[in-house]
Structure formats: structure tokens, C-alpha cells
């Protein structure tokens, strides 16, 4: 009640938004997540949330230096070295037969298309912006599991999904108006395609170990980006210390650990859950934008982090009484 009557008077005029209610705002939103999710897997996602949504700020940062492919093959490889060591100790995990290894190739080459895209996108628009359209992929997930996954979506689930997107829109509302239409398209197809690798996965390939599929999507990515960046002429690295660390942190923080964590919780969890309660990410992302690109907080954003907190409270709810 206290946050509701706190909006109300930002959206009216009479008080300024600040950081510390979107951090009460995430805090409510995490205990409603925490419901639906057992502890170790609820510390996973904190985790996850963290890196992901500080990711977005890194990336751009990084964009600013080099053109999208010759980022995302640098991520791409230090991702795969930074994985090898673990990945040989455990490689008799690796499912041999050619079913798995053809299913892990086909989602590997959705995956990689995916973050060229998203990748893509996110060079014309902001990191807020960018989080926003790519965490639409719940949406996409909610309906893609419907009628692959046998996943029933009730009434109170669908608004629940809706008011989240609504949210997450809402959240760089006043910025809309600044972006291309091909920008936002892209990131858009970015989002639905990984939707598309999350209930793949969901179907096919979760009895294989999370971190050898990992492996595998950012191993197999290095060939098609090795041999695009090779055709556009672009095979420089950039002799700054602020991009290393960026390539670093994408690297290690966002795609190794991440997306470990990412497989292994769609592995565990039920996908809608998990997909809606990474509504939270975006909101993470603008108070990294925040902190470290210096974009503003605008009562838009409070309205709809209020929306995001609302949506991912009636999904968990909703799973809460169907199990």
C-alpha cells in the first residue's frame, strides 16, 4: 500500500522519483519470485538477475569500441576458454548418440542467430531499451509452451504475463519515441528467438547436463562469427582496458555463469515461472543504466516497475495454486 500510494503521488506530480523506491520495488518483486522457486534455485536467479541485468550496461559500453560482430566473436571465445577447463573434466557427461548431438547443433545455431540479432539491435538504442524489448521473450514463452510443452496458461496467468510486458514497456515509455523501427524489430526477433531455444531446450534437451550445453552455444557460435568477421575484414581487438574488462565481465559473469544458471534453473523449474520472474532483469538494467551510463529514473519507470511487480505476483500466484 505503502508503494501504491508512493506512485500515485509520482504520477500526479507531487513527488520525484528516486532510486531507492525502484530498490523497494525490486526487493517486493524478488520475495514473490522467491515463492515459487525452491531457496537454492531462488539464490541461483539473484545471481543470474545481477549479472544479466548489469550485462546490458557492459555490452553497450563494449558496442561503443568495436561493431557488433567483432564483439560477440570475442565474447564467444572467451567464453569457450573460459568453460574449456571445466568442460574437459566433466566431458563424459557429453550425450554421444547423434540424436542429442544433432538436437545440441540445432539449438546452438538458434542461439547464436539469436545474440547476433539481439546484438544487433542493441547498437542503435539504449541499454534500458534494449532490456526492455528483449524481455519480451516471456510473452513468447508463455504461448510457445502452451501447445510444445503441454504447460496449461489460465486466465490469471495470461494478465499476469501481459501486465509485465505492459510493465516493462512502460519502464522506458518516454524514450519510445527516440528509436528506429529496425532497432526495435530486431531486438524483438531476438526476444522470440530465445524464446524459441528456451522451450526447445525445455522439449529436447534437458536431461543434457546445463554447463555442457553451454559449452556447445558458445563453442559452436565461434564458426559463423569467425567467418563473417573474416568476410567483413574485421579481426582487431581493441587495445583498451575499459573493453577487455567489458569482454571480461560478458564473458565470464553473463555467459558462462549465466546462462549455466539459465539452463540449469529451465532444467528444474517450471519455464513460465522462470521466463516471467526475469521481468525483474530490466528492471536491474535501468538502475545499471542509472548508475553507470547516467540515464534518468522517470515516473514512466516507477509506473512500470509497479506493473512488473504486479504481473510476475499474479504468474507466481497462479503457479502457487495449480501444483
Same mark, same amino acid.
Given at each position: 500500500?505503502?508503494?501504491?500510494?508512493? *506512485?500515485?503521488?509520482?504520477? =500526479?506530480?507531487?513527488?520525484?522519483?528516486?532510486?531507492?523506491?525502484?530498490?523497494?520495488?525490486?526487493?517486493?518483486?524478488?520475495?514473490?519470485?522467491?515463492?515459487?522457486?525452491?531457496?537454492? =534455485?531462488?539464490?541461483?536467479?539473484?545471481?543470474?538477475?545481477?549479472?544479466?541485468?548489469?550485462?546490458?550496461?557492459?555490452?553497450?559500453?563494449?558496442?561503443?569500441?568495436?561493431?557488433?560482430?567483432?564483439?560477440?566473436?570475442?565474447?564467444?571465445?572467451?567464453?569457450?576458454?573460459?568453460?574449456?577447463?571445466?568442460?574437459?573434466?566433466?566431458?563424459?557427461?557429453?550425450?554421444?548418440?547423434?540424436?542429442?548431438?544433432?538436437?545440441?547443433?540445432?539449438?546452438?545455431?538458434?542461439? @547464436?542467430?539469436?545474440?547476433?540479432?539481439?546484438?544487433?539491435?542493441?547498437?542503435?538504442?539504449?541499454? #534500458?531499451?534494449?532490456?526492455?524489448?528483449? *524481455?519480451?521473450?516471456?510473452?513468447?514463452?508463455?504461448?510457445?509452451?502452451?501447445?510444445?510443452?503441454?504447460?496449461?496458461?489460465?486466465?490469471?496467468?495470461?494478465?499476469?504475463?501481459?501486465?509485465?510486458?505492459?510493465?516493462?514497456?512502460?519502464?522506458?515509455?518516454?524514450?519510445?519515441?527516440?528509436? @528506429?523501427?529496425?532497432?526495435?524489430?530486431?531486438?524483438?526477433? #531476438?526476444?522470440?528467438?530465445?524464446?524459441?531455444?528456451?522451450?526447445?531446450?525445455?522439449?529436447?534437451?534437458?536431461?543434457?547436463?546445463?554447463?555442457?550445453?553451454?559449452?556447445?552455444?558458445?563453442?559452436?557460435?565461434?564458426?559463423?562469427?569467425?567467418?563473417?568477421?573474416?568476410?567483413? #575484414?574485421?579481426?582487431?581487438?581493441?587495445?583498451?582496458?575499459? *573493453?577487455?574488462?567489458?569482454?571480461?565481465? @560478458?564473458?565470464?559473469?553473463?555467459?558462462?555463469?549465466?546462462?549455466?544458471?539459465?539452463? *540449469?534453473?529451465?532444467?528444474?523449474?517450471?519455464? @513460465?515461472?522462470?521466463?516471467?520472474?526475469?521481468?525483474?532483469?530490466?528492471?536491474?538494467?535501468?538502475?545499471? #543504466?542509472?548508475?553507470?551510463?547516467?540515464?534518468?529514473?522517470?515516473?514512466?519507470?516507477?509506473?512500470?516497475?509497479?506493473?512488473?511487480?504486479?504481473?510476475?505476483?499474479?504468474?507466481?500466484?497462479?503457479?502457487?495454486? =495449480?501444483?
Amino acid at each position: 500500500m505503502v508503494i501504491y500510494k508512493y *506512485y500515485s503521488k509520482v504520477i =500526479n506530480g507531487k513527488e520525484q522519483p528516486n532510486i531507492q523506491t525502484l530498490s523497494i520495488t525490486s526487493h517486493i518483486t524478488v520475495k514473490q519470485t522467491a515463492k515459487n522457486m525452491k531457496s537454492i =534455485n531462488l539464490l541461483l536467479f539473484l545471481l543470474l538477475a545481477i549479472l544479466w541485468g548489469t550485462g546490458w550496461s557492459a555490452t553497450k559500453i563494449a558496442l561503443s569500441y568495436v561493431p557488433s560482430p567483432v564483439f560477440m566473436l570475442h565474447r564467444f571465445i572467451f567464453s569457450t576458454i573460459t568453460m574449456s577447463p571445466v568442460f574437459l573434466a566433466i566431458r563424459k557427461r557429453v550425450q554421444g548418440d547423434t540424436k542429442t548431438l544433432k538436437r545440441l547443433l540445432l539449438l546452438c545455431a538458434i542461439n @547464436t542467430f539469436g545474440v547476433m540479432v539481439t546484438n544487433t539491435g542493441l547498437e542503435g538504442e539504449s541499454s #534500458g531499451i534494449g532490456a526492455v524489448l528483449t *524481455y519480451t521473450q516471456p510473452l513468447f514463452v508463455s504461448c510457445l509452451a502452451v501447445p510444445f510443452l503441454g504447460e496449461k496458461i489460465n486466465f490469471i496467468k495470461l494478465i499476469g504475463t501481459i501486465l509485465g510486458f505492459i510493465g516493462v514497456i512502460l519502464l522506458f515509455l518516454g524514450k519510445i519515441h527516440l528509436i @528506429t523501427l529496425i532497432s526495435p524489430l530486431l531486438l524483438i526477433l #531476438g526476444a522470440f528467438l530465445w524464446a524459441v531455444t528456451v522451450v526447445y531446450y525445455k522439449r529436447f534437451l534437458s536431461y543434457v547436463d546445463s554447463f555442457v550445453t553451454n559449452f556447445f552455444q558458445w563453442a559452436f557460435g565461434i564458426i559463423p562469427l569467425g567467418a563473417l568477421n573474416l568476410f567483413l #575484414g574485421r579481426h582487431f581487438f581493441p587495445q583498451e582496458p575499459m *573493453y577487455l574488462w567489458m569482454v571480461l565481465y @560478458t564473458s565470464i559473469g553473463s555467459a558462462t555463469i549465466g546462462w549455466t544458471i539459465w539452463l *540449469y534453473l529451465l532444467s528444474r523449474e517450471d519455464v @513460465t515461472v522462470v521466463s516471467s520472474s526475469s521481468f525483474l532483469i530490466p528492471l536491474i538494467a535501468m538502475f545499471s #543504466g542509472w548508475v553507470f551510463l547516467k540515464e534518468n529514473i522517470s515516473a514512466e519507470s516507477l509506473l512500470g516497475s509497479m506493473l512488473v511487480l504486479l504481473g510476475v505476483f499474479l504468474v507466481n500466484k497462479s503457479n502457487k495454486c =495449480n501444483r
